[in-house]
């Protein structure tokens, strides 16, 4: 098979789980929201709007691991809508996550090397107040970090960015964090 073919039947994969994915949502979400408490207006627009956000936090707009020679059990940094997530990896099937939401974060920070850089995240809400991912490649600590100045950027001019689309998204932070770096 073509690489196009594989790419298109990868995509209709993707259209059927995420039509299941919203399937699955409606049903478990509806036992929830049905009583007398809740007029069964607003009962149908909290479910539409929950469903909305969890359908958005389900796609990563971004995710970037660290390089596995120089880090045995590989960290991961996600980027979606909402929030952001490190995972620090620390053995076998163990490790330590943080997520916050992008509103939170306070700066974003990168020290690259010719092959690798770091990326230093500071929030409020963090234990010791930074996270850092080391060894990353090069190029994804700087898209990275782009990203997530433009959404700091956009979050301080009081933007809603959830209802832009993907591509489009992606495209305006990375101008815009590339543009106040």
């Given amino acids: 098979m073509g690489k196009r073919a594989v790419a298109s039947q990868q995509k209709e994969v993707e259209a059927k789980s995420h039509d299941s994915f919203l399937r699955r949502a409606q049903r478990s979400i509806k036992p929830l929201v049905e009583g007398d408490f809740w007029p069964q207006s607003e009962r149908e627009e909290s479910t539409s709007s ?9 796609a990563n707009l971004l995710s970037v691991r660290t390089a596995f020679p120089f880090m045995l059990f590989a960290d991961t940094l996600k980027i979606d809508k909402q929030k952001l997530t490190v995972v620090h990896n620390k053995f076998l099937r163990s490790s330590q996550t943080s997520s916050i939401r992008l509103k939170d974060l306070r700066n974003v920070q990168t020290v690259l090397g010719p092959i690798f850089g770091s990326i230093i995240l ?4 963090f234990l010791n107040n930074t996270q850092t991912l080391n060894f990353l490649r090069r190029k994804d600590a700087i898209y990275a970090q782009r990203l997530l100045q433009g959404f700091m950027v956009a979050h301080d001019a009081g933007i809603d960015t959830n209802e832009v689309e993907e591509a489009t998204l992606l495209k305006l932070l990375n101008k815009i964090g590339k543009e106040n770096i």
């Fill in 50 to 58: 929950l469903i909305k956000l969890s359908n958005d936090s389900a």
């Fill in 122 to 125: 500071t929030s409020q809400h």
